[in-house]
């Protein structure tokens, strides 16, 4: 009896410069359908306009592009890097256009999974585009004050990582939370040959673990470095108040005097402390990068070399990072409101705040993302061991 299981489609919107993408897309979409269609019960079939549209006449371009593809699509996919594209009728790209009417349509029925992609890899400067890379940033930033959680990734082989587990947990919780949707044969479709091979890692397990080892230990002492510099700047930050608070009741004839050396010597002290911190961000942030990675390689070429009781201690150890990382992320913004509440009383402490609270919020969201990611791991992991028993 024939298989009948859930099709989702996913509409995917990017312009030109990402070509390898589009092409991993389409792998990573074949790729699942091979490994998981019988698991999850589920498929995805790829919409684009290379695939779903054809020659006609419209209002304009873009718009014969959205009737032929239309709107029933269950994600919506969204990959930018350098270039942002050509204006449409009402929009500053076609791309554009796309993600607000997916966006729309989330909005009204609720039904529509909306994944956005930003390649922050440089490019060399003679070769950018000014005008289109701020539009992407300038798009990157209104998106996400209406509420879309974005990932930002390094290069396509990041991407594809990145979207494997993505793609995964999206229709593995949308089987949970949303089981209707449109019903297929399985045996109607054929298996899908990648049109791009999947490179061999060059990773093996044992590199995997001591990479995971090494880059846990340069993550938590990142961390520790700006815990320490954070505990230092709190304390000189009370001692200066105790001494304004002691010429604020001795009212010395020359008290603003006074009270000024001690507020530019707390903004000096501040500046300091972000040219503490700035390294330990940068290591902080390739080094966790790094553990999720080793992670993700080390589930993908572990097959059944690696026994239940050691996940298990790749978990607990992951687990125990990430409580340390919760740790640090309390009093980084305990801190970071605390900065953010001192009084605008010379021009030296206004610019020290917004130094300071640049650095803090550089950290606190690259801890948010890396949280994040952990905890897919996790869940993979859990995955593994379910596999395993």
């Known amino acids: 009896m024939p298989q009948t299981i859930s099709l989702y489609k996913l509409f995917l919107a990017s312009p030109s410069d990402v070509k390898e993408e589009r092409l991993i897309v389409e792998n990573v979409i074949n790729e699942f ?16 306009w290379e695939k779903s549209s054809y020659p006609s006449v419209g209002e304009y371009p873009q718009a014969v592009i959205n009737f032929q593809i239309g709107d029933e699509y269950d994600i919506f996919l969204g990959i930018l890097w350098t270039r942002f594209g050509s204006k ?36 060399p400067l ?13 798009f990157q930033k209104q ?27 999206v229709i593995e919780n949308w089987n949970i939370n949303n089981p209707s949707t ?5 045996s109607d479709f054929p298996i899908a040959i990648d049109p ?10 044992l590199e995997f673990q001591d990479i995971l080892k090494t880059k846990s230990e340069e993550a938590i002492k990142a961390l520790n470095e700006i815990s320490t510099s954070t505990i230092w700047i709190g304390k000189q930050l009370a001692e200066s108040a105790q001494k304004l608070n002691i010429i604020n009741e001795q009212k010395p004839v020359n008290q603003i005097v006074l009270a000024r050396a001690v507020i530019n010597t707390s903004a000096k002290e501040m500046n300091q402390y972000a040219m503490k911190i700035e390294q330990p961000i940068l290591n902080w942030i390739a080094s966790f990068e790094e553990v999720v990675e080793a992670f993700k390689g080390l589930l993908q070429v572990s097959d059944d070399i690696i026994p239940k009781e050691s996940w298990r201690d790749n978990k607990e150890a992951l687990r125990l990072l990430l409580d340390n990382v919760d740790l640090s992320y309390e009093q980084l913004v305990e801190f970071y409101k605390s900065v953010k509440g001192l009084p605008k009383i010379t021009q030296y402490i206004i610019l020290a705040k917004k130094n300071v609270c640049s650095k803090l919020k550089e950290l606190l969201a690259s801890m948010d993302r890396c949280k994040i990611s ?10 593994k061991l379910f596999d395993i028993e």
């Open 33 to 48: 359908n091979n490994t998981y269609s019988s698991q999850l019960n589920a498929r995805i079939e790829l919409c684009s």
């Open 88 to 123: 449409t009728l009402n929009y500053e790209s076609g791309t554009e256009e796309e993600f607000y009417r997916a966006l729309e349509r989330y909005r009204q029925i609720g039904r529509i999974h909306i994944m956005m992609y930003f390649d922050i890899e440089g490019v």
């Open 126 to 138: 003679d070769s950018l585009d000014i005008e289109q890379y701020s539009k992407v940033r300038s």
């Open 143 to 169: 998106i996400s004050e209406l509420g879309c959680y974005y990932f930002t990734y390094v290069g396509s082989e990041n991407f594809k990582k990145d979207l494997r587990i993505h793609l995964y947990k």
């Open 182 to 186: 449109t019903q297929v044969n399985l």
């Open 196 to 205: 791009l091979e999947d490179e061999v890692s060059e990773l093996g397990l």
């Open 374 to 383: 952990a905890n897919e791991i996790i869940d993979l992991i859990n995955k």
